[in-house]
């Protein structure tokens, strides 16, 4: 079947074509012909193609699937060494010549004269006769050199003087600050009749080498008594990673002592409940167009809740639509509820409702409950008993799953904690819930932030920022709610193209980098089709996925605009920076600087920094290049 020409590039397979040249350069432009009232103007981007009219193609299904990496890992570094740019697109003609194809608008090649269906035949007097070739030689040359390239002009030979440029120009990162540490001790614990109870000691932590064991009932840290976990979190925190306190415990009938020495939090084992022991792929996901969400509310004989607060105001934080934008019960300005900010996500697909039930009074301290292991549901065993027999035995029927507001601020826990905002599962007699706790934020209301987060686990996401206690490992920062994003004084920002795909309120075009096209992409903001999802290898285990963020809604605040390249290697994504500081401050740095086209970049290639070769090894070359943000939004590559 004949196969129509394709006017269109963008992934380029040519190895010439790659970041633009120097800022300060421009080319000499001929003066604009006159078009004659008859003319039609031609459409500069008439042959750009669409999500709609992208030349697609389907993944193909592997038959050796390669296994997992362990959750979290370090992802593997891509080392680039400086390659010169020339600014041309070379592909071999029917003769087996190097062909110039296409000229980089801004590049080296096109300002010091080189043209058009120019024939290369030597670059430093190398011969070139391939891209591949052409690459090798490039490799040899520095960037900001002069290099001679021969070519054959129509019939007669030509020389050209062409000062390369450099394929990127990464910012440098400033010194990393030292390493910020919690001490721990590395215990869960339950009040006991003269101390805390151990109910957990985590292996390689301080308490397990000083040979304390579940069961022992602390008594004091450095003589000072310790009756409950809170005086415990505030004695320890207040110390500093590597000092050694003395433990009063008793075993048994005995009593006796030992000297602990505190380490950081990098020293434990343990993992978040968010955490997905078997790998990042296979998750369930929430795929109802309705979760219908419960709200227990407790408070506690030494902390009640907020009176100024009433339901009726929780109800429009939570569950209103398009009219939470002004302030909420203690003055606080508000940008939208928790349903407003994720039906912006899901583009309408997902609605939030649900009932703010009546305060429960549970019948201890807040500070008398469990910590860890079972202890921890003891609260909320008391609180549904407590509303059901209130409310009726039907009173939970119907709902999705629960969401605990607890009276008070923030408590001062470690992570793991039972207030420590998080998403877990408690059984209630034959019934499993899903559940997560927040605060009810004490003197002002509670902001949706840290609530959209948490939700957001009830939909079956993970935790996408870089846990403190595995330093190597790449987070999302603020460029997705399930990171950082959330932590913006209640108007959290977009989850990310990669959450927004696995909910499936967005179906990615899917490209095959070796078939050449030009592309472009309006704001992903908004739309359920607005992306790419470019192959770095055919079965889809590694892959590209490329949105366009701009400010608006829930992201008006954004650090900058512009095309977002997120890589997903088993099954986890990670963010390309286009100023090409890899590893985990690379998020996190120069914000305004992360989204392509910049002064960094504005190509992303095998050949740039970052460089778009497969982690995994091997796949397919993917040369996304000529990256522009027009005035209107939209990006073109």
């Known amino acids: 079947m004949h196969r129509p020409r394709l006017l269109a590039l963008v992934l380029l397979v040519a190895l010439g074509w790659m970041s633009s040249a120097q800022e300060t350069t421009k080319p000499v432009l001929p003066a604009r012909p006159e078009v004659k009232a008859a003319e039609k103007a031609v459409d500069p981007l008439a042959e ?22 362990p959750v979290e890992q370090p992802r593997p570094k891509i080392e680039n060494k400086p390659v010169a740019f020339l600014g041309l697109q070379a592909l071999a003609d029917g003769r087996g010549r190097l062909k110039v194809a296409d000229l980089h608008p801004n590049g080296p090649a096109v300002r010091d004269g080189l043209r058009l269906g120019d024939i290369l035949l030597r670059i430093d007097d190398q011969p070139v006769k391939s891209p591949e070739n052409l690459h090798a030689v490039l490799g040899k040359i520095k960037p900001e ?3 001679k390239v021969e070519v054959l002009r129509g019939d007669k030979p030509a020389t050209v003087q062409i000062k390369t440029a450099a394929v990127s120009r990464p910012l440098e990162a400033p ?3 030292p390493p910020q540490q919690r001490v721990v001790l590395g215990v869960a614990t339950r009040p006991a009749k003269d101390g805390l109870e151990l109910i957990e000691v985590r292996t390689q932590t301080p308490a397990a080498t000083a040979g304390l064991k579940v069961g022992d009932i602390l008594l004091k840290i450095d003589g000072k008594a310790i009756k409950t976990s809170q005086e415990l979190v505030s004695t320890v925190t207040a110390k ?5 306190i003395t433990v009063t415990y008793k075993r048994g009938d005995k009593e006796a002592e030992v000297k602990v020495k505190l380490a950081g939090d990098g020293g434990t084992t343990t993992t978040s409940a968010n955490q997905n022991p078997r790998g990042w792929t296979g998750r369930r996901y929430f795929s109802k167009n309705t979760y219908r969400l ?3 509310c407790i408070e506690f004989p030494d902390v009640p809740h907020n009176e100024k607060i009433t339901k009726r105001d929780w109800d429009w934080a939570l569950f209103s639509k398009g009219i939470y934008n002004d302030k909420n019960a203690s ?3 508000v940008y939208g509820s928790l349903n407003d900010f994720w039906s912006e996500q899901s583009c309408g697909q997902l609605t939030i409702t649900g009932k703010v039930f009546d305060w429960i009074k549970v019948s201890k301290k807040r500070e008398e409950y469990g910590a860890q292991g079972r202890a921890r549901h003891e609260m909320f065993t008391e609180a549904v008993d407590a509303l059901l027999a209130r409310d009726g035995k039907n009173a939970l029927n119907n709902f999705d799953g629960i969401f605990f507001m607890h009276a008070g601020d923030r408590v001062r826990t470690q992570r793991g904690g039972l207030f420590w905002p998080h998403k877990s599962t408690f059984a209630y007699k034959n019934q499993r819930w899903n559940y997560f706790i927040c605060p009810e934020g004490g003197r002002t209301q509670a902001n949706i932030s840290v609530i959209a987060h948490e939700f957001g686990h009830m939909l079956g996401l993970p935790d996408l920022y870089a846990p403190p206690e595995r330093p190597g490992v790449e987070g999302l920062s603020i460029w997705c709610t399930m990171a950082n994003g959330h932590g913006n004084a209640g108007r959290p920002r977009h989850v990310c193209a990669w959450v927004k795909e696995q909910l499936g309120w967005l179906k990615p075009a899917v490209i095959d980098p070796t078939v050449k096209q030009k592309l472009i992409l309006a704001p992903v903001n908004g739309s359920t089709r ?14 590209l996925l490329l949105e366009n963020r701009v400010r608006k809604g829930f992201d008006v605040d954004l650090p900058a605009e512009g095309l977002l390249i997120w890589r997903v290697h088993n099954g986890r994504p990670v963010l390309e920076e286009s100023h090409g500081i890899e590893g985990p401050r690379g998020p996190t740095l120069f914000r305004e600087v992360v989204p392509f ?10 050949f740039t920094q970052p460089s778009s070769r497969s982690l995994k090894g091997g796949g397919l070359p993917v040369h996304i290049s000529n990256i522009k943000k027009l005035p209107d939004g939209r990006i073109t590559f």
């Open 48 to 69: 750009y193609r669409t999500v709609d009219s992208a030349i697609t193609t389907r993944i193909a299904r592997s038959v050796n699937p390669t296994p997992e990496r």
């Open 145 to 147: 050199s002069i290099c």
């Open 175 to 177: 010194p990393a600050p």
């Open 240 to 244: 500093k990673v590597g000092d050694t």
């Open 294 to 296: 419960a709200v227990v």
């Open 331 to 333: 003055g606080r300005p």
């Open 530 to 543: 607005e992306c790419y999802k470019v192959l770095l290898h055919p079965d889809g285990s590694e892959y």
């Open 597 to 606: 086209p910049s002064k960094s970049n504005d190509s992303f290639t095998p």
